[in-house]
């Protein structure tokens, strides 16, 4: 097979693992993820290949026309940065479903969580590798539903349930900034493909709609990657299985908007508009998660504020337009996939041995478990930037291009060592307040974790030593190419692991300095932020509930006024509207039509059959009771199926009759079901009107019947349907034909209306009285009384 | 309903009209008639059947859920387009065969097996809302 076709395929396997993970799950129990460890493995393989093509600088595209009549293809485009993106995603992806093996070893849908995460997998692979817009926009809402998923996957519990509402709300709404965002760019570019797009940044960024383009774009982008003020989400993700915060939610999916940004550095970057949002945002997000953190005691939601901080970094980074700020960004990317995910899964074996999360019941477990402890050290020093990890060579990279003279370099960089000094705390409070000092009861009694939980994060420390030890090697094949492709122009990575004395050193020295002072202080600190949040008392994340319930409230409130509940009510509004219509335009526009012309000899069984349906008619109206006046309109419906048959429509007449005769039917079984009174009681006064609406209607009625037959008859689909009926179509009953050939199209719509509404009907008839949900249900105040 | 009379005669008229709907869904390609007609004569004969005997009856005779019928319907007709791009025509393009059954040329199409799947889906559709009806209704 041909490259284009394998890269297809890679594309597809992990949602082939999704399908046959419940099965193999079934077969083989937790054991199962061994093998389904081998579908990321194969990705990371076939991927691999590109590796020295990108490594020089290429830009590797591919794909399959998708919709060609509108220039949609499916298409990949694998450069530095994608590639990175991909192997960062498959590879911890690999770890991570080694690492839910052991985590939800037991759990009755461990199939399931399987599935989701590689259809998670899936979505955040097609996301990064995308070269057209549509395939972006699908794989960035996929991303958001398997989030939902996996967020919801303890869906029995109100708060995961909540959170995973709360998360596709933020990110797929945010989704829809983005497609509008980059419909925009496909207007004023021409272009539906990111490689092609590359070529227009000059007249993206002087097009008059390069704001609205810019914040529809950040809108998606801020939102994913939650930058303040749509963090709230990401902590309250943390309802999810471990594994599924330490994947989407420090690894990959929130990184998505990251990517997205540096994606479209080239085009979009580079004007005051874009280095001054993208900083700003970045920087508030930077300290404001970094602050929250140290508020925290659950070792989860501590590491889920670091991660909205750095991910604040990451922006404030992309956006800056300092020389080797990009480099940085790439740099501490990929640092900060390792270490994070690492620390996720750490704090994840700590709660499951233990049986607690909350870091100021933790202490002791050194002794019990080792090897977590060293795991957890060695990806604690990568994020508090410490020698000899990768994070350092981030760190030193980070400050390198912060280290300027000017005001705004030392505006930024005093942002950055706060950030940093503040998740430097926090890391060590994740990583070295459980495992040292006395020995503390926990719920489960504490020993090391199996061989599938402490691989997956063993690995990606060990990768945060060995990337950083051969620096030279991981700036060649991941560094370099990455900066260049964010970049759009060759850059170089050159920050070796070996510490130069400069002003970078001095303030990674400065940051992990102060970084100890939070770190023993961190008690004080706790009370001191949780003191100013309880002065504020109102955060995004209340604003949230609040904006739903008012959305809620206003949707009952109008339903309320609008639906009445009340048939009458809803006849009476139609037909007044019908005949508004109908008579009302004509009138205004002078369209109405002239007078009926009347044939002098017309034969006289035409006479008596006009006059049965007279008769019928008023048959109708003056019926004593409704089953009388239900049969008495049968007797108008025939006498009009009658005179369709004398004028040569007998497929028209014959259904007519079908339809007359199971009408009256089922009004006849409607009537007894409603146990209406047998006759009518309307009052007078609602008679009038009444009567004058149905006139106005009927008059209506007459006079567009007379003004369209007035107009003279086209013949030409006549022509073609007899011509062709029979020599093409096989058939002589030219009606059938345009019904199930001619028109198949359209009757196949049709028949699935049918069998909607045979649907909806059966429903309806069934909810018996007692179990009416009415509006009220849903209405949050009546929640409130209760 | 007490009628003896109409309770004897239910079920022959019934197989009458029902044998009669699939006579007019056959022919409907060259004369008048066709799946939508022949379909809403069955659900008379279903609707007549029931108010003589019972919907109860009327259930176990068709055996399965109408709303499964119509179901089955709609997939047929969906086939019957899908057959076509099988074939790499555009969807719902009229494909036509000639077998030989006992030496008699039998035309069959994709567009007869549509129509068939109109019949299906007005016959379980409308049929399923007027038993529902007769079953309540007596309540």
């Known amino acids: ?786 | 309903m007490k009628s003896v009379i109409f309770r004897a005669v239910a079920p022959f008229l019934t197989s009458l009209m029902v044998l009669f709907s699939i006579f007019v869904l056959l022919r409907g390609h060259n004369e008048p008639g066709g799946g939508f007609i022949g379909g809403l004569i069955a659900v008379s004969a279903l609707a007549i059947y029931g108010i003589a005997c019972g919907v109860e009856t009327v259930r176990r005779a068709i055996y399965f859920h109408p709303m499964a019928i119509a179901g089955a319907g709609l997939f047929a007709a969906t086939v019957a387009g899908l057959i076509s791009i099988a074939a790499r025509v555009p969807f719902m393009t009229g494909l036509w065969i000639y077998p030989s059954v006992l030496g008699l040329e039998v035309p069959l199409s994709t567009v007869m097996l549509f129509d068939c799947g109109v019949y299906l889906v007005v016959v379980g559709a409308i049929s399923s809302i007027a038993l529902s009806l007769e079953e309540r209704g007596g309540e």
């Open chain 1, 1 to 786: 097979m041909d490259v284009a076709a394998l890269t297809f395929l890679a594309l597809a396997l992990p949602f082939v693992g999704a399908l046959v993970a419940p099965l193999l799950t079934r077969l083989l129990g937790h054991n199962a993820a061994w093998v389904l460890a081998l579908f990321p493995a194969a990705i990371v393989l076939h991927f691999a290949r590109f590796w020295p093509d990108v490594a020089k600088g290429e830009v590797v595209t591919g794909g399959y026309a998708w919709i060609p009549s509108f220039n949609v293809s499916f298409s990949w485009l694998i450069d530095g940065l994608s590639l990175t993106f991909v192997l960062l995603i498959a590879g911890i992806g690999m770890l991570i479903v080694l690492y839910s093996g052991g985590y939800l070893k037991g759990h009755p849908q461990q199939g399931r969580f399987f599935s989701f995460i590689l259809m998670f997998m899936g979505s955040m692979l097609g996301l990064v590798v995308s070269d057209s817009f549509l395939m972006l926009f699908v794989f960035w809402e996929l991303t958001s539903i398997t989030s939902f998923l996996l967020i919801g996957f303890d869906h029995s519990r109100e708060a995961a349930r909540r959170a995973a509402l709360q998360a596709l709300i933020v990110t797929g709404g945010g989704g829809l900034f983005l497609l509008a965002g980059l419909l925009i760019i496909w207007n004023v570019s021409g272009v539906t493909q990111l490689s092609l797009l590359m070529a227009f940044g000059t007249e993206m960024r002087e097009s008059p709609f390069y704001l609205a383009a810019l914040i529809l774009v950040l809108g998606g982008a801020f939102t994913k990657s939650a930058q303040f003020p749509f963090h709230f989400w990401l902590p309250n993700a943390m309802e999810a299985p471990t594994p599924v915060s330490a994947y989407l939610h420090s690894a990959t999916m929130v990184k998505a908007g990251v990517y997205l940004l540096m994606r479209l550095n080239p085009v979009l970057g580079g004007t005051p508009e874009w280095q001054i949002l993208l900083p700003l945002f970045g920087g508030a997000t930077l300290v404001i998660g970094a602050a929250l953190a140290c508020r925290q005691t659950d070792l989860k939601l501590m590491l889920a504020y670091t991660t909205m901080a750095s991910l604040g970094l990451l922006v404030m980074l992309t956006g800056l337009g300092f020389p080797h700020a990009i480099e940085a960004a790439a740099l501490y990317l990929v640092a900060h996939s390792l270490f994070k995910g690492a620390l996720f899964m750490v704090a994840g074996i700590v709660d499951h041995e233990t049986g607690a999360r909350d870091v100021t019941r933790l202490g002791g477990l050194r002794s019990a478990m080792p090897l977590t402890f060293v795991i957890a050290l060695a990806a604690a020093f990568s994020m508090g930037g410490l020698f000899p990890f990768f994070g350092f060579i981030a760190k030193e990279e980070i400050y390198y291009a912060l280290s300027g003279f000017d005001r705004r370099s030392v505006v930024f960089a005093a942002i950055a060592i706060l950030g940093n000094a503040l998740m430097f705390a926090v890391a060590f409070a994740v990583a070295l307040k459980p495992f040292i000092g006395a020995k503390v009861e926990t719920p489960k009694a504490a020993h090391e974790a199996p061989v599938l939980l402490w691989l997956g994060p063993a690995l990606l420390a060990a990768k945060g030593l060995s990337a950083a030890l051969l620096s030279g090697l991981t700036h060649e094949l991941v560094s370099t190419p990455m900066a260049s492709a964010i970049s759009g122009e060759p850059r170089a990575v050159t920050m070796s692991v070996v510490p130069h004395v400069g002003v970078p050193l001095a303030m990674s020295t400065a940051t992990a300095l102060i970084g100890i002072v939070f770190y023993l202080k961190l008690d004080r600190l706790r009370g001191f932020i949780a003191a100013i949040l309880a002065d504020i008392g109102w955060g995004p994340d209340r604003g949230f509930d609040q904006l739903i319930r008012g959305l809620v409230r206003f949707s009952v409130g109008l339903t309320r006024r609008l639906q009445s509940g009340r048939l009458d009510v809803y006849m009476t509004a139609t037909f007044i509207l019908v005949a508004f219509v109908l008579l009302v335009v004509p009138l205004t526009y002078g369209e109405l039509p002239r007078a009926p012309f009347f044939a002098p000899d017309v034969p006289l069984h035409e006479l008596a059959i006009m006059a049965i349906a007279v008769i019928g008619l008023v048959a109708v109206v003056l019926a004593p009771d409704r089953l009388t006046a239900i049969v008495s309109l049968g007797i108008q419906g025939f006498a009009v199926a009658v005179i369709f048959l004398l004028y040569g429509a007998p497929d028209l007449a014959f259904t007519q009759f079908m339809i007359e005769t199971l009408s009256v039917v089922v009004l006849a079984l409607v009537m007894t079901r409603l146990r209406l009174s047998p006759s009518d009681h309307r009052p007078l006064a609602q008679k009038v009107p009444d009567f004058a609406i149905a006139l106005a209607c009927g008059l209506g009625f007459g006079l567009m019947l007379l003004k369209t037959t007035g107009v003279p008859f086209d013949a030409t689909l006549t022509e073609f349907f007899n011509l062709y009926s029979k020599s093409i179509a096989h058939g002589a009953n030219v009606v059938n034909v345009i019904i199930v050939d001619f028109r198949g199209t359209d009757t196949l719509g049709e028949i699935a209306v049918v069998m909607v509404t045979g649907l909806a009907i059966l429903s309806l008839v069934r909810l018996r009285a007692g179990s009416l949900r009415r509006i009220a249900d849903n209405d949050p105040d009546a929640e409130e009384r209760a």
